[in-house]
């Protein structure tokens, strides 16, 4: 025999509850609402205790509309009646949040999901037009949560068509007023070079697409409405015809503005070509060679796929194509690797970018990568095998930086007069990039007045306490003898770095915030370094005069030669000099030696020395780290194999429990018709309808007699079975809370109030019901 689908009566409880996100995108709903009934204007008064929410649309113009509109849960529109509404099922948002009372023309409907369950009480007052809408929270708001609800409700509304009122306040825009990139039929649109897409459906946010959809940021306001799910949390991308147009316009405005800035990689786009290499895109070959996706440490270098395979072989001493990967917290340490050429080490930012949650699913990914790259290019022979992958928790442990002062006395005769020379200047600039102030003798007041010390490290070039002062490596000073011009302005580029940690730079990692810092040091200061640079020159070809050793040939006298020379041309043609003069005070100060601070070493020393291992065999540590990695590998393969068969035998054992149930059902029935084969007299086409029903619903009865009463008023000929045949409550209700029934109330609808009022067992719901009545 046929039948009909049906829908449970819980699917209420699954469209107001299951929808639910937030209340700002229940309060979302009930403005779409408002511009579906063709109003101009809605008010919306929101505060910790409920809300307030009047529009002045047509509203239901009769009782017939609120019974058949509001109390029918699917009703669809027809086609053209309405903006965003489709099938009537978003105004149960709200209901999940608060008790509402709703007004309109001469109707009210009052819904209290958890005490009334899925019933709502209808009566008539006084006429009101539009639609009116209050509410008390179930749960009152705090003051964070009010505020976030609010600023929500603004970013989803921002450019609705309708004048909407927040609390007093216009939070609508009409984007005819706003500047954009572009605008055509379908939409207008606003393109930037990082972050999300917004994407607002006739005024109304739909979602933020990430940036690597797109490989750009930005903006869609549409003037047609885009096809969306029924929670208007998705665009139906696929069968759409208006947001096809629409993605295809916004990806020409991404091409045009990558064309613009393709110097510029940003981190949406890295995203796209990670997701682009990984589905095999078109200009596979490309990206492969040319696209900046692999982000490497030391100071987050950005790398295409090919440099990296290429890096990670010729990088290491061995020969041997060895890479790891750093773990979040590891970063300043796999820095600190990398700086030592030990191995090439990833930032950890490369897995998030090819939505890997640990190495081994990277190294996956680079394999099928590889293959496909190999498979379309034919004018090269491409390695298809993966570099090695090592565990960066054996490296970590393995590594011991070695930090400490050392005095300038370990430096040759030359070398040592250059530094002198170029501390006192660095002391200075080091004042005027924390805050200093020149004054008069062009004295540097105020700013953090650092001591510039000679050190060694395994691993940084500079470092510093963020208090007291700042280490140049002894290798780097060390190149002042040969090149003392181009050296002094890279240890100038050092201090600024060091500056910009604003703190201890030996256990912390590189931000974006630090890069801005440095940044804005390099382009302020960028006068004042030329400056030092100069007084350095002067001081240091002083100090060679004085000491009787004037080498024509010298760098460092060829630059300052220069300088005069173009300072006395200039002056002829009068102009000012190519370097400003230097001050009687200033002279004395650059000729006044700046002694070494030997305390400050040692106190800096006695806190940096500790127990130091012996350098290990890295040789050793990157076979160690090797065998690590791939026990690692195996363990998680075992794991996702246990819990693959942990599934399999669950879902065995569930599919045997229902062959039980279902057999035993069998034998009832079969044991029920043996019985009644019995009885004399049964019409037998009652006798077959009886078995459809007792088998499609699992209702056999227990015993021959209810059989007998079932088939002599046969229930399944009524004309509502669901209301005839539905189980009474008092025959599942235990003996004590029995008197709690009111009359009328359903085995069903006291289950949906139960629900809904958040209780597992019936009985529990009606005690809390008589307590609050």
Request: glycine share 6%.
């Amino acid at each position: 025999m046929q039948l009909p689908f049906e829908l449970d009566p819980q699917i209420i409880h699954h469209i107001i509850y299951s929808q639910a996100g937030s209340i700002g995108k229940a309060i979302i709903e009930l403005l779409m609402n408002s511009v579906d009934a063709k109003a101009t204007t809605v008010t919306l008064t929101l505060d910790k205790t409920g809300f307030r929410c009047r529009d002045d649309g047509a509203g239901f113009a009769s009782r017939e509309d609120v019974i058949q509109y509001f109390g029918r849960f699917g009703t669809p529109h027809v086609e053209g009646d309405a903006t965003f509404g489709r099938f009537r099922l978003g105004r149960g948002q709200i209901m999940a949040h608060a008790s509402t009372v709703w007004r309109s023309n001469g109707w009210q409907m009052h819904v209290d999901t958890r005490t009334m369950g899925y019933h709502y009480d209808l009566e008539q007052c006084a006429a009101e037009r539009g639609c009116a809408i209050e509410g008390e929270w179930y749960d009152t708001l705090s003051d964070e949560e009010l505020m976030s609800t609010i600023q929500e409700i603004r970013d989803l509304v921002r450019y609705t068509p309708i004048q909407i009122k927040l609390n007093e306040r216009v939070i609508s825009r009409d984007p005819r007023h706003e500047q954009w990139d572009h605008e055509d039929d379908m939409a207008y649109y606003r393109v930037r070079d990082d972050g999300a897409v917004g994407i607002y459906n006739l005024g109304v946010l739909v979602r933020h697409d990430p940036g690597h959809v797109f490989g750009a940021g930005g903006l869609i306001v549409s003037k047609q409405a885009i096809g969306l799910n029924v929670s208007r949390t998705e665009i139906l991308r696929k069968s759409c015809p208006v947001w096809k147009k629409i993605a295809a316009q916004f990806g020409k405005l991404t091409a045009e503005l990558t064309q613009r800035s393709a110097h510029r990689k940003t981190e949406s786009r890295r995203e796209q070509t990670a997701r682009q290499l990984m589905s095999g895109h078109a200009e596979l070959v490309r990206l492969y060679h040319h696209e900046e996706v692999i982000t490497l440490l030391p100071g987050k270098r950005h790398v295409s796929l090919a440099h990296f395979l290429r890096h990670s072989r010729s990088a290491h001493r061995h020969g041997e194509r060895v890479y790891s990967v750093a773990s979040p917290s590891g970063v300043p340490r796999g820095e600190a690797i990398a700086s030592a050429g030990i191995c090439t080490i990833l930032h950890p930012q490369t897995l998030t970018r090819f939505g890997c949650y640990n190495a081994t699913e990277f190294q996956e990914v680079l394999v099928d990568i590889l293959c496909q790259v190999a498979e379309r290019e034919h004018e090269y022979r491409i390695d298809t095998e993966a570099p090695t992958l090592l565990d960066f928790e054996v490296l970590h442990q393995a590594f011991v930086e070695r930090t400490q002062l050392i005095s300038e006395n370990t430096l040759d005769k030359e070398t040592r007069r250059a530094w002198i020379a170029l501390r006192w200047c660095l002391v200075q600039y080091a004042l005027l990039c924390t805050g200093g102030v020149r004054c008069a003798g062009d004295r540097v007041v105020r700013g953090n007045s650092f001591h510039i010390v000679l050190g060694e490290s395994s691993s940084a070039e500079a470092w510093t306490d963020g208090e007291s002062y700042i280490a140049i490596d002894r290798k780097v000073v060390q190149r002042l003898k040969g090149h003392p011009l181009q050296t002094a302005a890279y240890i100038f580029n050092l201090v600024e770095h060091e500056v910009a940690h604003e703190g201890d730079s030996m256990d912390c990692g590189h931000d974006e915030a630090f890069y801005q810092r440095f940044h804005d040091l390099t382009i302020t200061h960028s006068q004042d370094r030329q400056r030092y640079l100069h007084r350095f020159l002067r001081k240091y070809t002083d100090s060679m005069t004085r000491a009787d050793t004037y080498k024509p040939r010298s760098d460092a006298w060829r630059e300052r030669h220069l300088v005069d020379l173009a300072s006395q041309r200039r002056q002829k043609r009068d102009l000012s000099p190519a370097i400003e003069s230097i001050s009687e005070g200033e002279a004395m100060m650059l000729a006044a030696p700046l002694d070494e601070n030997l305390a400050l070493i040692t106190r800096v020393n006695a806190r940096l020395q500790q127990v130091q291992a012996p350098p290990p065999d890295w040789h050793a540590v990157l076979l160690q780290a090797q065998e690590a990695h791939a026990q690692r590998a195996v363990i998680q393969q075992q794991q996702r194999q246990q819990q693959q068969q942990q599934w399999e035998e669950e879902d065995t054992a569930w599919l045997a429990e229902l062959d039980a149930m279902e057999q035993a059902e069998r034998a009832r029935l079969d044991h029920l018709r043996t019985q009644l084969a019995g009885v004399p007299e049964l019409d037998q086409d009652t006798l077959k309808e009886a078995f459809a029903h007792w088998e499609w619903l699992s209702d056999i009865p227990d015993t021959l007699e209810e059989a007998l009463r079932q088939l002599a008023s046969q229930p399944w000929a009524t004309s509502c079975p669901e209301q005839e045949h539905e189980p009474t409550p008092k025959s599942r209700i235990p003996d004590e809370v029995r008197h709690l029934l009111l009359p009328g109330e359903t085995w069903w609808s006291i289950q949906r109030n139960a629900a809904a009022a958040g209780f597992y067992r019936e009985a529990d719901y009606l005690r809390w019901r008589e307590q609050q009545d």
